[in-house]
């Protein structure tokens, strides 16, 4: 297992490289998602968006008012590689395990989320 930072979340040592993302397809949008450490990781922030959580004005996403009530050691913070030609080569995104989605936006929804694209395989 990998050392904790001081705020208990996991932090993905090697930095996500463009090639490994990829984007799923779900009911209402499609979510940035990646394999490490032998698990599926889905970007917090895709999915507020998606499902319509947390949502600014601006259109961005209150990640910290998204994850508060979900235990740290089920999150995990990602350094992925932004486009080629951007100020800066990478941006750390929060992210939770395929596995534990319930805990971000609820066993209901998170069974509903991938279905669609499930029926479409």
Do not use: Y
Not at 2 to 8: M, Q, W
Not at 47 to 58: A, I, K, S
Not at 95 to 107: N, Q
């Amino acid at each position: 297992m990998l050392p904790k930072r001081a705020t208990g979340r996991r932090s993905i040592e090697d930095a996500i490289v463009a090639t490994r993302i990829r984007t799923e397809v779900c009911a209402g949008g499609s979510v940035r998602s990646f394999d490490a450490e032998g698990l599926r990781w889905l970007l917090v922030a895709d999915l507020c968006r998606v499902c319509g959580l947390h949502l600014q004005p601006n259109g961005g996403v209150n990640v910290t008012h998204a994850v508060r009530g979900i235990a740290p050691e089920h999150l995990a913070t990602a350094r992925l590689e932004t486009e080629p030609g951007t100020l800066k080569p990478f941006t750390k995104m929060l992210c939770i395990p395929a596995d534990r989605l319930d805990l971000l936006v609820g066993p209901d929804v998170a069974r509903a989320l991938f279905k669609a694209a499930e029926r479409a395989a």
